[in-house]
């Protein structure tokens, strides 16, 4: 029998969610996701809408339109 060796899956928590969303406005998504020992693919899985309404498509602010 071949044994396959899996990652370990690591599961946020609701809590650790609405926290991420809340510090995403103000941290990159990389310097979090240190802070939390996850990948920051990780966190886009939680914050993709908030980042996007964020920042335009190369990173900068948006601005009103005008």
């Known amino acids: 029998m071949l044994l396959r060796h899996r990652q ?3 599961k946020l928590a609701p809590e ?3 926290v991420i969303r809340s ?3 103000t941290k ?3 310097s979090l996701a240190a802070d ?3 990948s920051h693919e990780t ?3 939680v914050v ?3 980042r996007s309404k964020i920042t335009g498509p190369v990173g900068c602010p ?3 339109g005008g």
């Open 16 to 18: 650790q969610e609405s």
């Open 62 to 64: 948006q601005t009103s």
């Open 8 to 10: 370990p899956v690591r």
């Open 36 to 38: 939390l020992r996850v």
């Open 28 to 30: 990159s998504l990389r």
């Open 43 to 45: 966190l886009r899985s």
């Open 48 to 50: 993709p809408m908030a």
């Open 23 to 25: 510090l995403a406005t």
